[in-house]
């Protein structure tokens, strides 16, 4: 009796092989987010690199105009803020956009000692621009529930506040360096390194 009761001490706990399945099975979907979300990433950047380009602007400064244009009037600081981008970044790149006429600087009407950052948008040529976009966007959005959609809203907002505070992280951590990561050497391409969006 004493061996055994030592056995069921010492033995180890029963696995259950349901729990093992629904493991393998959220590493199979982890991954796959993973992949669909790297492909969602280069498709975005490279449409909105498109529509800077069409506008003759660099795509960060292209980002920035349009959190201006979302979110209104504010200043340089503000803008650093919601972009993620260093304030030393973000006054040159306000500094470009005011030379090409999509921002202008004026002073706060509750403060004049207070200058914000106003976007100057051609609504009618961004209405032109982003038109078909728009369609099939609503095209693909019909195709989930309420409920399907509140919780691809809450990943979005999230993930946006997620990579906001990576940008700051970023910054600060390669300021001071000229590259942030190694040049390939012979035999490895630069397409090699890759982050995880």
């Known amino acids: 009796m004493r061996r055994l009761w030592r056995s069921l001490v010492v033995s180890k706990p029963h696995r259950n092989p349901l729990n093992a399945h629904k493991g393998s099975a959220r590493k199979d979907i982890l991954a796959e987010v993973a992949r669909v979300g790297r492909t969602h990433s280069d498709a975005t950047v490279l449409f909105h690199s498109t529509v800077a380009s069409l506008l003759d602007l660099h795509p960060t400064d292209y ?34 956009l005011e030379r090409k006429g999509f921002v202008s600087r004026t002073h706060d009407t509750s403060d004049r000692r207070r200058v914000v950052v106003q976007a100057s948008v051609d609504r009618s040529a961004a209405d032109r621009i982003f038109a078909s976009t728009v369609r099939s966007l609503a095209r693909l959005l019909d195709r989930y529930s309420s409920d399907e959609l509140a919780v691809i809203a809450d990943f979005l907002e999230r993930n946006g506040a997620r ?3 990576e940008t700051q992280k970023l910054g600060r951590r390669f300021s001071s360096s000229q590259s942030a990561l190694p040049r390939p050497s012979s035999g490895r391409r630069e397409a090699d390194v890759e982050a995880p969006t």
């Open 163 to 165: 990579l906001r505070e």
């Open 63 to 96: 980002k920035a105009l349009g959190i201006l244009d979302r979110f209104g009037p504010m200043s340089a600081g503000e803008l650093a803020r919601h972009s993620g981008l260093a304030t030393a970044s973000v006054t040159n790149l306000i500094d470009r």
